[in-house]
């Protein structure tokens, strides 16, 4: 088969090229601009070009695979779509792929990432083996794609953008969180938790439902006492959110509060955590997490839960949590020492940029916390411009890069100064990228954080250098 790849840059996109291009398959593709990883597509064999221009399209191809993202002005698309060339959608091609597996996947407005690597790389390294697709390069496989053609499972990181999660036939589904997200997308929130809804409906009937306790799918169960327990064998009779779905649900939390899986005794010392893990069988005491944040925490044992699920062993389990790497941009440690501590993350909700705060002044207590944020969709930020301004105020010095607009067109009167007038705090600026690193020398931080999903990665390595230079 020949593949085409529109906006092959794309993390979810480029793990399906790399999935086609490993088994044998022709793939070439298109992108705006060049990048860290459509250089590596590149050195993997595949042809990437950066033009949006329909004579360099090869000819005989087979199937057109575009993202959501593409604009419907693009030239290519447009030829493409005029020729009758045969094209899908990324999250149609990826439910082909995986429709005759045991398909874990993964869904949440955060937390997808993490906890799909963090399953991916536990299964990886027991005896069941597994492939995955995930949403960021996983350290420990150095991918974002993992190919065991043994293997019955594959792990899937479920994008509710688009809708395309209710592309997936889930044997396993996980829900990791529920926040209002993607509003252009959705209209309001009731429109996102149905999707989600929908997505856990989709679950086999012989899998199971990895809920994370206290999110609820229906609107009934908001009067509910979200601190009920139920022990998950009972679940999909005395549950509500279980009553209405095909397969039991399994509960987790980090809280005090009791679910089927849960931490218990959380604890931190020296960048490492360490937790009890309680489970349906029994307590696992004094598991280990390297250099990580606190909530990662949550994803380890919802990944554990998957795990143990599947039928890995208590060694198998310790193991993989203890040696799981991380993915890059999420807690990404750049530079430690005494000195000063740099920490990279793709947090842009201001759910997680509060999360990563509050790893962050877990971790180093009484530290001068300098963060680094750059907006991502003018959608976005006009929705949470509010929520963004009181999180922000919360570091010690807060930097505002402009707005990174992704597929969006620009929204009168709605930019990066939207945010900084509402900030409750003097300490704050809003700066051209490069003007980041002279007023961080000027600002002398214990601990730097960059924070977004947009462009902001191309300025990481320029701050970590401009660091190391001035220790």
Same mark, same amino acid.
């Given at each position: 088969?020949?593949?085409?790849?529109?906006?092959?840059?794309?993390?979810?996109?480029?793990?399906?090229?790399?999935?086609?291009?490993?088994?044998?398959?022709? !793939?070439?593709?298109?992108?705006?601009?060049?990048?860290?990883?459509?250089?590596?597509?590149?050195?993997?064999?595949?042809?990437?070009?950066?033009?949006?221009?329909?004579?360099?399209?090869?000819?005989?191809?087979?199937?057109?695979?575009?993202?959501?993202?593409?604009?419907?002005?693009?030239?290519?698309?447009?030829?493409?779509?005029?020729?009758?060339?045969?094209?899908?959608?990324?999250?149609?091609?990826?439910?082909?792929?995986?429709?005759?597996?045991?398909?874990?996947?993964?869904?949440?407005?955060?937390?997808?990432?993490?906890?799909?690597?963090?399953?991916?790389?536990?299964?990886?390294?027991?005896?069941?083996?597994?492939?995955?697709?995930?949403?960021?390069?996983?350290?420990?496989?150095?991918?974002?794609?993992?190919?065991?053609?043994?293997?019955?499972?594959?792990?899937?990181?479920?994008?509710?953008?688009?809708?395309?999660?209710?592309?997936?036939?889930?044997?396993?589904?996980?829900?990791?969180?529920?926040?209002?997200?993607?509003?252009?997308?959705?209209?309001?929130?009731?429109?996102?938790?149905?999707?989600?809804?929908?997505?856990?409906?989709?679950?086999?009937?012989?899998?199971?439902?990895?809920?994370?306790?206290?999110?609820?799918?229906?609107?009934?169960?908001?009067?509910?006492?979200?601190?009920?327990?139920?022990?998950?064998?009972?679940?999909?009779?005395?549950?509500?959110?279980?009553?209405?779905?095909?397969?039991?649900?399994?509960?987790?939390?980090?809280?005090?509060?009791?679910?089927?899986?849960?931490?218990?005794?959380?604890?931190?010392?020296?960048?490492?955590?360490?937790?009890?893990?309680?489970?349906?069988?029994?307590?696992?005491?004094?598991?280990?997490?390297?250099?990580?944040?606190?909530?990662?925490?949550?994803?380890?044992?919802?990944?554990?839960?998957?795990?143990?699920?599947?039928?890995?062993?208590?060694?198998?389990?310790?193991?993989?949590?203890?040696?799981?790497?991380?993915?890059?941009?999420?807690?990404?440690?750049?530079?430690?020492?005494?000195?000063?501590?740099?920490?990279?993350?793709?947090?842009?909700?201001?759910?997680?940029?509060?999360?990563?705060?509050?790893?962050?002044?877990?971790?180093?207590?009484?530290?001068?916390?300098?963060?680094?944020?750059?907006?991502?969709?003018?959608?976005?930020?006009?929705?949470?411009?509010?929520?963004?301004?009181? !999180?922000?105020?919360?570091?010690?010095?807060?930097?505002?890069?402009?707005?990174?607009?992704?597929?969006?067109?620009?929204?009168?009167?709605?930019?990066?100064?939207?945010?900084?007038?509402?900030?409750?705090?003097?300490?704050?600026?809003?700066?051209?990228?490069?003007?980041?690193?002279?007023?961080?020398?000027?600002?002398?931080?214990?601990?730097?954080?960059?924070?977004?999903?947009?462009?902001?990665?191309?300025?990481?390595?320029?701050?970590?250098?401009?660091?190391?230079?001035?220790?």
């Amino acid at each position: 088969m020949r593949y085409y790849f529109l906006g092959i840059g794309g993390i979810g996109m480029s793990a399906l090229a790399r999935y086609f291009k490993q088994r044998g398959d022709e !793939v070439s593709g298109y992108d705006r601009t060049p990048s860290d990883l459509t250089r590596a597509l590149e050195k993997e064999g595949i042809a990437v070009h950066y033009d949006d221009d329909p004579s360099q399209i090869p000819i005989a191809i087979d199937l057109v695979v575009y993202t959501p993202a593409i604009p419907a002005d693009n030239k290519e698309f447009q030829y493409l779509q005029a020729e009758g060339v045969p094209m899908k959608k990324r999250s149609e091609v990826l439910g082909d792929v995986t429709r005759n597996k045991r398909c874990i996947a993964v869904a949440g407005t955060h937390g997808k990432t993490s906890t799909s690597s963090m399953i991916a790389y536990l299964l990886s390294n027991s005896s069941l083996g597994c492939s995955a697709f995930l949403g960021g390069i996983a350290k420990n496989f150095d991918s974002n794609v993992v190919i065991d053609t043994q293997s019955e499972y594959v792990v899937v990181e479920a994008d509710e953008y688009d809708r395309s999660f209710l592309q997936l036939s889930p044997y396993f589904s996980v829900i990791t969180s529920i926040d209002p997200d993607h509003l252009d997308i959705y209209g309001d929130y009731e429109h996102l938790r149905e999707a989600f809804a929908q997505f856990a409906g989709k679950t086999a009937a012989e899998g199971k439902v990895f809920l994370k306790n206290g999110v609820s799918l229906f609107p009934d169960e908001e009067d509910e006492d979200e601190h009920e327990h139920h022990h998950h064998h009972d679940h999909h009779h005395g549950d509500s959110s279980a009553s209405k779905l095909p397969a039991p649900v399994v509960s987790y939390t980090v809280s005090g509060v009791e679910a089927d899986y849960y931490a218990w005794n959380v604890r931190s010392s020296r960048g490492n955590i360490y937790f009890d893990l309680r489970t349906p069988q029994g307590v696992i005491f004094d598991m280990e997490l390297r250099h990580t944040s606190l909530y990662n925490v949550e994803n380890a044992v919802v990944a554990a839960a998957v795990a143990m699920e599947c039928g890995l062993s208590e060694r198998e389990l310790r193991y993989g949590l203890k040696t799981y790497d991380g993915v890059r941009r999420r807690f990404d440690y750049r530079l430690e020492s005494k000195e000063l501590v740099y920490i990279d993350d793709y947090a842009h909700h201001p759910r997680e940029l509060a999360a990563t705060i509050e790893s962050v002044r877990y971790l180093y207590p009484g530290k001068r916390v300098v963060g680094i944020f750059q907006p991502h969709l003018y959608s976005r930020t006009a929705d949470f411009a509010d929520e963004f301004a009181k !999180v922000l105020s919360s570091l010690d010095e807060a930097i505002l890069l402009p707005i990174y607009p992704a597929r969006e067109k620009p929204i009168p009167g709605v930019s990066s100064g939207m945010i900084l007038r509402k900030m409750d705090t003097m300490s704050k600026y809003l700066v051209s990228k490069d003007q980041v690193t002279e007023l961080l020398e000027a600002l002398y931080p214990d601990v730097v954080l960059t924070m977004g999903a947009g462009d902001i990665d191309r300025l990481v390595p320029v701050i970590e250098q401009a660091l190391k230079d001035n220790l």
